[in-house]
C-alpha cells in the first residue's frame, strides 16, 4: 500500500519558521509530483506548492510564495516545505499529496497542524 506520513507540525510564534515532511512509502514510479494543501478552519483546502520528481519544478500559491520553500530527496521519496516569515493566517492543518504522473492517482497524507500564534 501507498502511504505518505506528513510530520513536523506545531505551535511556532509569528515570524519563526518551521519545516515540515513529507515521506512517501510502498510507492515505486519514477514519475510523480507531491503537493502541499493547507486547510485553516472554516475554508476550503487550497494547495500552496509542489514539486516535480523528475524535472523538479516547483510552484506557489501567491500567498507564500517568497516564503515557503519546497524541496525533495528523491532516493528518500521525500518531500519538504521550507515555511519561514510565518503569519497567524498560515494556521493551519497541512497535507501532502502524491500524483502519479504514470498512474494518475492521487494519494493523500493524514495532515498535520500548524499553529502560528501572534
Known amino acids: 500500500d501507498v502511504q505518505l506520513q506528513a510530520s513536523g507540525g506545531g505551535l511556532v510564534q509569528a515570524g519563526g519558521s518551521q519545516r515540515l515532511s513529507c515521506a512517501a512509502s510502498?510507492?515505486?514510479?519514477?514519475?510523480?509530483?507531491i503537493g502541499w494543501f493547507r486547510q485553516a478552519p472554516g475554508k476550503e483546502r487550497e494547495g500552496i506548492s509542489c514539486?516535480?520528481?523528475?524535472?523538479?519544478?516547483?510552484w506557489y500559491a501567491d500567498s507564500v510564495k517568497g516564503r515557503f520553500t519546497v524541496g525533495s530527496d528523491n532516493t528518500e521519496k521525500t518531500v519538504y516545505l521550507q515555511m519561514n516569515s510565518l503569519k497567524p493566517e498560515d494556521t493551519a492543518v497541512y497535507y501532502c499529496?502524491?500524483?502519479?504522473?504514470?498512474?494518475?492517482?492521487?494519494?493523500w497524507g493524514q495532515g498535520t497542524l500548524v499553529t502560528v500564534s501572534s
Open positions: 510502498g510507492f515505486t514510479d519514477d514519475d510523480y509530483a
Open positions: 499529496k502524491l500524483h502519479s504522473l504514470y498512474t494518475l492517482r492521487d494519494y
Open positions: 514539486i516535480g520528481s523528475s524535472d523538479g519544478n516547483t
